[in-house]
């Protein structure tokens, strides 16, 4: 599932509160098989289902309001092309890693919105992966491996 979606967000505030989709939906006052269709991509919910239901997991979402054209979260400091495309390891079925330099504050929704206009771009399934989120342990290999656009 792509780290943009309501369903990621939903199971990632559910996970990090040690919940199950059960517990969750009766702090929420739901049905586990809504937080299942939500987590699984089967339902869209709106802003204020999704921040009902994060908070029920002690989570919230951030939205902001921006004038149109005004976008300067989606201008990406720094894009380079994930690892296993770079080595000409990605196969017929591979999607494209896009590594970007971020903006402070640019929120998940506008990664979300770049990944799909990626797709619609190059006709791939694209991951947008802030160079920032990249764990300790993997980053100077993921970095020095990574081409740059």
């Known amino acids: 599932m792509n780290a943009t979606t309501p369903g990621f967000l939903l199971r990632q505030a559910r996970e ?9 939906a009766r702090r929420a006052g739901t049905r586990q098989s809504a937080i ?6 089967l339902r869209d919910p709106g802003v204020g289902t999704l921040r009902r239901l994060l ?5 919230d979402v951030e939205l ?7 976008r300067s979260e989606d201008r990406l400091r720094r894009t380079r092309i994930g690892e296993h495309v770079a080595r000409g390891e990605a196969g017929g079925s591979s999607d494209l ?5 971020l903006p402070a ?4 929704l506008t990664l979300g919105r ?4 990626v797709e619609r771009i190059v006709g791939v399934e694209t991951d ?3 160079e920032a989120a990249l764990r300790p342990e993997v980053r100077a290999r993921v970095l020095a491996e990574a081409v740059p656009l």
């Open 16 to 24: 990090r509160a040690a919940l199950t989709q059960a517990e969750l």
């Open 36 to 41: 299942s269709a939500v987590e699984t991509g």
């Open 55 to 59: 908070a029920a997991a002690g989570f």
């Open 64 to 70: 902001r309001l921006i004038a149109a054209g005004d």
């Open 97 to 101: 890693d896009l590594l970007v330099e």
């Open 105 to 108: 504050r640019t929120s998940i």
């Open 114 to 117: 770049i990944a799909r206009e």
């Open 128 to 130: 947008v992966v802030p």
